[in-house]
């Protein structure tokens, strides 16, 4: 049984001098699902970024650890899938090329029957050979979701999971965080009250504001 | 005339020479006053 | 280190695939070349000035081609994905050997031209060239690959590129002349040995010192 | 306690202008205060007292400024930044006189303003990489990405600083002190037999050489400590937004 555990400890966020948050800490464990939320510029992507391992924090910590051992910020990418609108995919290639592309890269062994699988699962199949350039949106985001599952990871962290969905799309995203593997982290920032409904807990960014210690 | 004068006359390196000094006084005096004024400010800004 | 050549693999297809910056950058070189020939016809110069003449045209088209690795994956908004699936040592090795490919695809044009075009530019001694060759590509494709990363997070990309890649990569451009001038000279390998062995010191120092600043300049 | 410091330097910098203008160069010194006389170079010879002392500082303000520099990487503390900043500020105001002065000297010794000799060379990339520096802040906009980035390409660039101090120097014919030449009758290269270049400091000159590397370091020190208060007065001032 994996044991994977997200632990946030005063975590600090300032952009030059602006304060994004500030003595944010939280605990995730397996299985459990979180909502962060917050207004508009209140930094739920700066924490999905940080959360992600490619932005560094002003100060405090957080880490993941996996049956009592930490996991190095080098290898943070290897247990992870983000989605967000923010996230822009090689749109040279197709879906299924970007998809090869990333299992490749990451040193995966999958074989293209398993990226078809995902790709249909994901309702893209059908134009799976065209340029992810001839894409709607929607579509992009759907791309984004299969890459975010390709390695199968143990932490999930979605950023506006349903922007640019249809209801079909929508039902696609439910379905994937209802099934997502029960012994990983679902995180998912934001500011739709229908997407509430993903957590059991939800963490509002703008209590984390305060500037009164200095 | 007076002897320094006439020495200073044939022995033009120390007319510069007093000038380096004189500039290198002006240089000094004005970055010891920067100084105060910098001081003054933080003081002033640590309130 | 296959993910690496994974990044290289990925790069290299979606240059073939989007070609047109390749073709600009063959055109560069071929607009630089001739700009040299028009301005020395006809004129007696000296055999050392072609040496010269040969590493400034590597030196530009290295400054207009390389940047691109970096700048492109800036500019389409792709770090994200990219720092999401690999780590910055593969990333950054992945990059290095693009640059590598290309600049070695490039200067073998450019030598080509500089063969064909003027009588003078001959060598003699071609196993202290080639070496030299060989050495400077590995040394200028890992400086510009690591000043590429820095000024892709800037505002003014193109023009700096230059301005801060030159200080770095002029010791190396300075032993590759002597070089070059030995060879053309047809004087034996002994002769720069010394050169030789800045370049391959070159080489190392600043490889593995781009390797472990990367990640600094990687992470936002 | 920080007034003994500039008292010090006051009389530090008298005793150097008093010292390096006023003894005068005789062929064979007899007196203490007396210089010995250099063939080709006379009353020039002097410059020593004052173009070394900026060279110096040049390299002194960019190691300063790199030392900060990975401190800011290590600590993340933004007045580590302006440290760093306010002593690459100096080292090129330093940078620039050191070239200038250097090249009108060149210019009535050795008989033009520039030569490429190494050490020429090497001050002239200093100044490339201060100006590049420079530039590479300019543009860059967040105050984080600017410290860090600028931080990393003083290293980068630190590296190349050994081939042109320890290398070309002695791979190249050069017109300084410790220099190597041609020798005209092998057309061999070898150490330099020029008076010029195989200059050699008398105790005396060498006790003024001192006292003015010392005198110029303090003054590098002070003027540093005010510009980068300046800078974080600046900085503290605007903080209230």
Known sequence: MNNIQLIVKNLKKTFNRRLVFDKLSFEVRAGERLVITGKNGSGKSTLIKILAGVMNESSGSFEYIFDSGKIDREDIYKIIGLVSPYLVLYDEFSAFENLKLFAKIRNL??????????????????????LVRTYSSGMKQRVKYASAILHDPLVLLLDEPTSNLDIEGKDFVDELVQNFRKDGI??????ETQDFKYGQRIIN?????????? | MNPFYDFLEQNSLYIVMIIVLLVWFGIFAFTFNLEKRVKKLEEKLNQ | ???????????????????????????????????????????????????????????????????????????????????????????????????LVLLFFINTIIAFLYMILFQDFSIQNWDSF??????????????????????????????????????????????????????????????????????????????????????????? | MRAFWKYLLLILMTLVI??????????????????????????????????VPTAWLTVLAYLIAMFYGIRYLKKKNIYDDMKSVSAAALGLVFCILATVTGSVWAKFTWGSFWHWDPRETSIFILLLIYGAYFALRSALDSEEKRARLSAIYSIIAFLTTPFFIFIMPRLMIGLHPGSLEIDPATGQIRASANPVIKFQMAANMRVVFFLSLTAFTILYFWFWNLTHRILKLEYNSQKEI
Not at chain 3, 176 to 194: F, R
Request: net charge neutral; aromatic share 12%; hydrophobic share 50%.
């Open chain 1, 186 to 191: 679902v995180v998912v920032a934001t500011n």
């Open chain 3, 130 to 220: 080639l070496l030299a060759f060989i050495l400077g590509n590995i040394g200028i494709a890992g400086s510009s690959t690591i000043i590429a990363a820095i000024i892709s997070k800037a505002n003014v990309k193109g023009t700096l590129y230059p301005v801060l890649a030159f200080p770095v990569l002029l010791p190396l451009i300075l032993m590759l002349i002597e070089i070059t001038k030995s060879a053309m000279e047809g004087n034996p390998i002994s002769d720069v040995e010394a050169e030789l062995m800045v370049l391959i010191s070159y080489d190392i120092i600043m490889i593995t010192a781009s390797v472990l600043v990367f990640d600094i300049i990687w992470r936002d």
């Open chain 1, 109 to 130: 062994k999958i074989d293209d029957d398993k990226i078809n699988q995902i790709l249909e699962k994901a309702g893209l199949f059908n134009r799976r050979n065209d």
């Open chain 4, 18 to 51: 008093l010292g390096g203008l006023i003894p005068p160069i005789v062929a064979y010194p007899k007196n203490f205060f007396e210089f010995p006389l250099i063939p080709g170079l006379e009353d020039k010879a002097r410059i020593i007292f004052f173009h």
């Open chain 3, 1 to 99: 280190m296959k993910r690496a050549y994974y990044i290289f693999y990925k790069d290299f297809s979606s240059e073939l695939r989007m070609r047109f910056a390749l073709n600009a950058l063959i055109m560069f070189v071929i607009v630089a070349v001739s700009t040299i020939l028009f301005s020395l016809a006809n004129e007696k110069v000296n055999q050392n000035v072609y040496a010269g003449m040969f590493w400034v045209v590597v030196f530009f088209s290295a400054m207009s081609g390389l940047s691109r690795t970096f700048v492109s994956e800036e500019e389409r908004g792709t770090t994200l994905i990219l720092s999401l699936i690999a780590n910055p040592i593969s990333i950054f090795i992945g990059k290095f050997l693009f640059n």
């Open chain 1, 205 to 214: 960014l703008d209590d984390y504001k305060n500037n009164q210690s200095k």
